[in-house]
């Protein structure tokens, strides 16, 4: 039985010798370190800041943002908050002030057939963020020519009311005539 165990183990660092031959073929040097983990990554992406602590509350969309259709805003686009303008698509950006983020964004609109939709942001689509200034953002991208008609948002913080902060409006495709 010790005869098996002593093959067993030359065949293990035959295999290991091997190995480490064939990692120095296929360019890691030989007697020199390699770098750690942590410098062989490149740096993660920022993460955006978590909700505030405490109680959550539901807020409305102020009353004066709808109804309206992006086509009826100025536009306002900015590479952080959707980008755009795109082909056939409108960027909808919503707001919060300083001392309130949002946990979730539900804004309700309008499609062209009347169809009414609710898309919740992050879950089902858009982003959250908080700017600079420390203001929570959402964004999300929809087919142009939906109608804004309300919505609702989960906060942590203080804030009576969330805003339409932006819109993104489809470019216009040129005509062929």
């Known amino acids: 039985m010790p005869r098996v165990r002593a093959d067993r183990f030359r065949s293990a660092v035959s295999a ?5 031959l064939l990692l120095g073929v296929a360019g890691l040097p030989r007697r020199e370190a390699r770098p750690g983990p942590s ?4 740096p993660a992406p920022p993460v955006p800041p978590a909700p505030l602590p405490g109680p959550r509350t539901t807020i409305r969309l102020a009353p004066a ?3 309206v259709r992006a086509a009826g805003r100025e536009p ?8 755009g303008p795109y082909p056939d698509e409108d960027v909808w950006v919503f707001g919060l002030p300083a001392g ?3 946990v ?11 169809e009414r939709v609710a898309p919740t942001v992050p879950t089902e689509a858009g982003v959250l963020t908080v700017d600079g200034a420390g203001g929570s ?6 087919p142009a020519g939906w109608t804004l008609t309300g919505g609702s948002a989960a906060i942590a913080g203080d804030a009576d009311s969330f805003a339409l902060a932006a819109v993104c409006p489809a470019s216009v495709s040129p005509s062929s005539s």
């Open 16 to 20: 290991t010798a091997a190995c480490l």
């Open 39 to 42: 410098t062989d990554r490149p």
């Open 65 to 67: 943002d709808a109804p």
């Open 76 to 83: 306002a686009c900015a590479a952080g908050l959707g980008g």
């Open 100 to 102: 309130a983020r949002f």
């Open 104 to 114: 979730a964004v539900t804004p309700e609109f309008v499609a062209p057939d009347r």
């Open 137 to 142: 953002a959402a964004w999300l991208r929809l």
